[in-house]
Every structure is written in C-alpha cells, then in structure tokens.
C-alpha cells in the first residue's frame, strides 16, 4: 500500500526523499488556491519564480505578472496574490500566461522538483487531487509552503483533508505528521472557516485585503482542475 | 503577555530566534524522561556529547556513559536511554557523573544553547517545567527533538500539554504550531498511552526494548525535578 506523507515546511524537505513519488505542493492563503483558480479562468500556464526582478521581465515576453510579498501585491506588477484577481474581470486574464512569485509557494514549488510528479493542491480542487494521487498509486508527499518555513495550520489541514479522502487506499498512518494532520481536520471539518479563524497568522493575511479571499479560499471541491508541473511551468492536466 | 511557541524539529530552529527566551527541550520517547529520571535518582549531573566517541571517553574520567543509536544502546556503553537504567539497581547512579548521547535529544539541546535558560521537560515533570517558565515570566519555546528531524507526536503533546498549563499567563495561540499541539492535546489528554500507541513511531520504539519505557514515560507530573543548563553540564534546579 503506497504513503501519504505529510511535510510541514520547506525547511523540512531534505529529510524526504521525492524521488519516484508524488509531490503535492499547498499554499491555501494564497498562492496555490491563486494558480487554480488562475488556470480555471483560462490562463494557459503559470511560470513561478523565486525572485521579484525575473519575474517582472517576463512582462516583456508578453506574460501577466503576479507578485506577493508578506501578503501584499508588490510595486510594478499587474496581479498580486488573490484569487479575485483572475475573476474580478479587471483585467482579461484568458489566454494569458502568468509569471508568478510569492512569499512561500514559489519556493515550496521549487524544492518539490525531485518527484516524478508535482502537482499543486488547494481546497478548492481537493477532489481533483485525490483522484489523481489515487490514479497514480505511488508514494505521495504534501508539501506545506508554510509561513516563511514555519508550521501553519491551513496548509497542514488540506494535507489532513487528503489523508482523509485516499485513507482506504493509502497508508496514512506510519507518519506521525499524517496522523497529527487527520486529527486536526477531523477536529476542524465541521466549521474549517471558523477553525482557521482562531490562527493569528489567519487573521493577519485575512485582514490585508478588503476582500473575500478568505472565505473563497476554504470552499471544498468548487474546481474540477489540477495544475500539474510540465517543461518548467503550470498548466492544468488533461 | 509572554507567548509560548512550539518548534516541532530542531531542522526548524534557526527560524527561532532563542535569544532572551527560555528553551524547553523535550525528546519523551526517551531522553529527556531518562535525564528527569537520572537526576531524581542521584546522578549528580548531566553531560550531553554529540558524538559516541567524545561520550565514550569520559569513562576515563570516572563517568557512567550512555549512549543510544536508532532507539538502542550503543556498544561499549554503560547504559542506553532507558529510564530504567537508573532505576534496575544493577548499576549504582548515585553520586555520578553520566555523559549521554542520543539520536535526536543532544542535538536539540546543543542547538538550543542561545536561550536565556534552557530546561529539560518530559511529561513526567510538566508540573514543574511549567512552574519554572510561569516564574521566570518571558518567552518561551518548546523545542521538539522530533525523529531524525522529521515531526513526532509525542514531543508535539508535550508542547499542548503545557501550553494548557500556561494558557491563563501566556500567549499560546499566536503561533500556529502552539494551536496546533495544544488541539492534539486536549484529543490525547483522556487517554495519552492509547493515542500515542496510534504512532507507528512510538509502536517501533515501543518493541524495541522488552521494557515498561514506554509507560512510564507518559506519566504525568510524578518528579518535582527540573533539570537546567549550568556550565555545559544539566544539574537539578534548586
């Protein structure tokens, strides 16, 4: 019976082994909830980047520009990091390609490179990622993006989540990361909204923008999509 | 309000900044329960070495040496990690010296050396670790050996279980990693041996000796001991 492991922060990722499994990269506020929705509203693919300045140039090349920092949109690109910036119809995102970098996403992205498959998880696709990791039948790593390295409580529960959905088919319980993680989502499942609220760093992100990014961010299941990493960049999967 | 934060490996430390704080080092499944035991049976005090060499050669100078590898005791060694080394009568402890290496504990220890004060927790001294931090009235942080790095339950509800002692004087819901153990906690609180035994880390430790270490380890607040850092050695507190 293939694993389901949980890693709870980048820092953490030389101590697993990505080879020859499947790597799930979650960033609930903002960033993989973002690039899901990004590409359910017809962007064509999603080039993330560790720095500001290679990002910006991708303008040049005919790329919208998306950029996150602490939370905020950063000076001199078109999008930052909400989900609302590929709905609100401001600006016409369809057929676009995206150059992306954010706080924590980008990076966690980056070091998940080593697996055979690296595809990126939110809420809103969770099902779309259980079937795939299901399809797969391998060993499978969430890796949380965190908050510049540290533990945080959303990303942890999408992997809680997921143990819950493949728990038939996959060990989810020879790590102790997995395990802490269905027990706070079998805790946090009733009401995830009012749960997540209890996290000052919640809060914190949730106050930055007058916006419902939050709430928009919890909902299960609204995306039948899965970005999958191909040739150095995002698109959605066949 | 002071706050009390939880560092779930000690891969994660260099995100903490120790400085001006108080380090609770905690590695329950066996370290720390067998140094809070040594030291409640006589043994004068505690030297902890990274390395099995180093440790070995303090024999030479009149120590009782301890030494464990992947949960068992290393050759050439008077004593593993077992509590109940201190406690079997077969070696005399009291009035000695014991240097100690272990997988994952020292490194955790020698890593949490730029505290203000770094102290030893185990759950069977939790009354009096949470005594010690209520007193000295700064910021605290619990710093998990984990397992090869990597989260370990054990050492997380240690952190809930004494965030839960100090919820009425400190900030325990700042950090995500607090909130997230002090939750385990109170899932773990009705029956911790049971819950623990979920773990198919502690069910590995568990076997490996034909012992009672792991239900011993997991009692509560019968040593008024705490052990602290004094001149590179761990003495009992006064």
Same mark, same amino acid.
């Given at each position: 019976?293939? $694993? ?8 953490? =990722? ?27 509203? *017809? ?6 980047? $560790?720095?500001?300045?290679?990002? @910006? ?24 990091? !909400? ?5 609100? *119809?401001?600006?016409?995102? @369809?057929? &676009? ?9 980008? @990076?966690? =992205?980056?070091? $998940? ?7 990126? *998880? ?11 990791? &299901? ?13 510049? *390295? ?23 319980? !020879? ?17 995830? !909204?009012?749960?997540?609220?209890? !996290?000052?760093?919640? &809060? ?29 960049? =995002?698109?959605?999967?066949?």
């Amino acid at each position: 019976m293939p $694993s389901l492991d949980i890693c709870f922060s980048p820092e953490l =990722l030389p101590l697993y082994d990505l080879r020859g499994k499947v790597a799930v990269v979650v960033d609930i506020l903002r960033a993989t909830s973002s690039i899901v929705t990004a590409l359910a509203a *017809g962007v064509t693919h999603i080039v993330p980047f $560790s720095e500001l300045e290679a990002c @910006r140039a991708m303008a040049a090349q005919g790329y919208l520009t998306a950029a996150e920092r602490d939370g905020q949109q950063a000076e001199g690109f078109d999008l930052g990091n !909400s989900p609302f910036g590929y709905l609100d *119809g401001v600006l016409p995102v @369809r057929g &676009r390609g995206v150059a992306i970098t954010t706080t924590n996403g980008t @990076r966690a =992205l980056h070091l $998940s490179l080593a697996a055979d498959a690296v595809v990126v *998880g939110a809420f809103l696709n969770l099902a779309a990622v259980a079937q795939f990791v &299901r399809q797969q039948g391998k060993d499978a790593v969430v890796v949380c993006a965190g908050w510049k *390295g540290m533990f945080n409580l959303e990303d942890t529960l999408f992997g809680g989540a997921l143990a819950q959905r493949l728990e038939a088919e996959f060990d989810t319980t !020879s790590s102790d990361a997995t395990l802490a993680a269905r027990h706070l989502w079998q805790q946090a499942q009733p009401d995830l !909204s009012t749960y997540l609220l209890q !996290s000052a760093h919640v &809060r914190r992100l949730n106050n930055l923008e007058a916006n419902k990014d939050f709430e928009y961010c919890v909902q299960l299941d609204t995306h039948d999509l899965l970005p999958i990493w191909r040739e150095g960049r =995002l698109i959605a999967n066949a």
